[in-house]
């Protein structure tokens, strides 16, 4: 059964660099079905997506935060790494990664996050 | 942005009620729509992917449908596990985007 686990720091300067790690187990970044996910909710709100990863390297990042948001891969750890630039007060969540499975059949596409980390809470403060 | 409106955004029901819940997509997505709940303090949890199709274990009570714009969500029989805030959330175009939410309450 798969796991994801978001690890990194609690608290983040404003100005700084947010760098939280996700940890799959129990599936492989490699199996190439789906995609890597960080989506993250601010207390009391909604749910925003982030960006995501695939195994080979393709990014996509959602343009609200696309200037200041990078993610990477590292498959021999089973690792995806999402950075996020010049935080301030509205970047205080908890951040979640998701595995994004994607299936075509025929020329339909199914695409859904069906397995999620437990969250880790980013608070931005001096 | 595709903008995805979920109505209500509250909701006080009783067990055993049948509670429907509206997701209207601002630009046709197909059946590009999926469905979570999530509980207080908890990861959401998928239910039901491409509008209709209830994820393995997930029980029957619960069911979506729709296409192009307009989705709904329903529990046929509310249990006191339900009480739950549900987002739906499409992946026809990039960004993925989710509803706002609707808790539902007892």
């Known amino acids: 059964q798969v796991q994801l686990q978001e690890s990194g720091p609690g608290v983040v300067k404003p100005s700084q660099t947010l760098s939280l790690t996700c940890t799959v187990s129990g599936d492989s970044l490699n199996s190439g079905y789906f995609y890597l996910s960080w989506i993250r909710q601010p207390a009391g709100k909604g749910l925003e997506w982030i960006g995501r990863i695939y195994t080979n390297g393709v990014t996509n990042y959602n343009p609200s935060l696309k200037s200041r948001v990078s993610i990477s891969v590292d498959a021999s750890k089973n690792q995806v790494t999402l950075k996020l630039t010049s935080v301030t007060a509205a970047d205080t969540a908890v951040y979640y990664c998701?595995?994004?499975?994607?299936?075509?059949?025929?020329?339909?596409?199914?695409?859904?996050?069906?397995?999620w980390g437990k969250g880790t809470t980013v608070t931005v403060s001096s | 942005d595709i903008q995805m409106t979920q109505s209500p955004s509250s909701l006080s029901a009783s067990v055993g009620d049948r509670v429907t819940i509206t997701c209207q997509a601002s630009?046709?997505?197909?059946?590009?729509l999926n469905w979570y709940q999530q509980h207080p303090g908890k990861a959401p949890k998928l239910l039901i992917y491409a509008a209709s199709n209830l994820e393995t274990g997930v029980p029957s009570r619960f069911s979506g449908s729709g296409s192009g714009t307009v989705f709904t969500f329903t529990v046929t029989s509310l249990q006191p596990e339900d009480f739950a805030t549900y987002f739906c959330q499409q992946y026809g175009y990039l960004p993925l985007t989710f509803g706002g939410g609707t808790k539902v309450e007892i």
């Open positions: 630009e046709g997505i197909r059946t590009y």
């Open positions: 998701a595995r994004d499975t994607e299936l075509i059949v025929g020329d339909f596409q199914y695409s859904y996050m069906d397995a």
